[in-house]
């Protein structure tokens, strides 16, 4: 699978998943191509199908369903402060026609 999580994702799916007692469950990532070609996104926590695609990150792990895989090839998950004291999951995927990639300095 070639989806990448970041370390601040990754820190922030383990702090929710103790939060609300689901340390025993995968994190499963979705994706649907909408009408106008964009991407929907979906996360949460759940049980591993035996046609899911798994990666690890240490004590986490990630599930994709077979048919969100070429939609998130390449894609990183990441999770950042949008505006002062506002952090979300964003996901930058080349494969998403809203994309932009981000600026480097």
Do not use: C, H, W
């Not at 070639?2 to 990532?29: F, G």
């Not at 759940?46 to 048919?67: C, F, G, I, N």
Request: glycine share 4%.
């Amino acid at each position: 699978m070639s989806i990448k999580l970041t370390e601040a994702a990754v820190e922030q799916v383990r702090k929710s998943a103790t939060e609300t007692d689901m340390q025993s469950l995968a994190l499963r990532i979705a994706a649907r191509r909408r009408d106008d070609g964009s991407i929907e996104y979906a996360m949460g926590f759940d049980e591993e199908a035996e046609s899911d695609v798994t990666r690890e990150y240490d004590d986490l792990t990630v599930v994709v369903a077979p048919t969100s895989i070429d939609l998130l090839s390449g894609a990183v998950l990441d999770f950042v402060e949008i505006e002062r004291g506002e952090r979300q999951f964003i996901f930058l995927n080349p494969n998403d026609p809203d994309y932009v990639p981000p600026e480097t300095a």
